[in-house]
């Protein structure tokens, strides 16, 4: 059963151009969460989404970010019009439906570097 | 705020056990306590997670003290590959079940 994927591994966005960073499930899990980590910083909750919808988005910065996991496919993470303080590490996770909310595995992240 | 505070870094020599304590004084009592771990430039690994009763699994131990205040995570024969920061959780069940709080952790260095 493969785990959480991610891709791209690694990322480089000049400045003001947009980052797409996608996110596939482990098979079966039907919640995505999206976390970042600034560099020696520890992770941060930006987004909780079921297929189709937002459940929690209040990590999310205000502008420039969005989050999506449409019926089919890979949810996704953009960033539009990104600046160097983008720079991160961005984790998905995923649990499936009926666990305790707490028991989340993580894929191995997307290194964004913005230059 | 994460609800749990722990220490800041542990060490341990290889074959020996690590024990890595948490409090969580303010814990209810529908809430469970999870423990992750980072090992370095790799995304958190969940290890366990309890309820009221301890706990183990092929990866640790998580002891539970009976008013539920504080745990502690048991490795038993730490290896080199255990050096990572271990993450103490109480989910945040409030308004979303998706809001885990990573605060700072625990630094575990195991050492030769």
């Known amino acids: 059963n493969a785990g959480v994927m991610q891709n791209p591994r690694h990322l480089v966005r000049r400045r003001g151009q947009e980052a797409r960073l996608r996110c596939s499930p482990m098979k079966g899990h039907s919640h995505v969460y999206w976390y970042r980590q600034l560099p020696e910083e520890g992770l941060k909750f930006m987004v909780y989404?079921?297929?189709?919808?937002?459940?929690?988005e209040s990590g999310m910065p205000k502008e420039r970010f969005s989050a999506e996991f449409p019926k089919e496919g890979p949810s996704i993470l953009r960033i539009q019009q990104v600046v160097r303080g983008d720079s991160a590490a961005y984790f998905c996770?995923?649990?499936?439906?009926?666990?305790?909310?707490?028991?989340?595995?993580f894929g191995p992240g997307t290194r964004l570097l913005v230059l | 705020d994460a609800k749990t505070t722990q220490p800041p870094s542990m060490d341990c020599a290889e074959g020996r056990a690590a024990n890595l304590p948490c409090n969580h004084s303010?814990?209810?009592?529908?809430?469970?306590v999870y423990w992750y771990r980072q090992i370095h430039s790799q995304g958190p690994q969940y290890i366990i997670h309890?309820?009221?009763n301890n706990e183990t699994n092929e990866m640790a131990s998580l002891i539970i003290t009976e008013d539920r205040k504080s745990s502690t995570l048991i490795l038993p024969h730490a290896t080199l590959r255990d050096t990572a920061v271990y993450y103490c959780?109480?989910?945040?069940?409030?308004?979303?079940?998706?809001?885990?709080?990573f605060g700072k952790g625990t630094k575990l260095s195991v050492k030769p």
């Open positions: 989404l079921q297929k189709e919808n937002i459940i929690d």
């Open positions: 959780i109480v989910p945040n069940y409030g308004g979303s079940q998706g809001n885990l709080i």
């Open positions: 309890g309820l009221k």
């Open positions: 996770a995923s649990s499936p439906v009926g666990l305790e909310a707490g028991t989340q595995y």
């Open positions: 303010t814990i209810s009592g529908n809430e469970y």
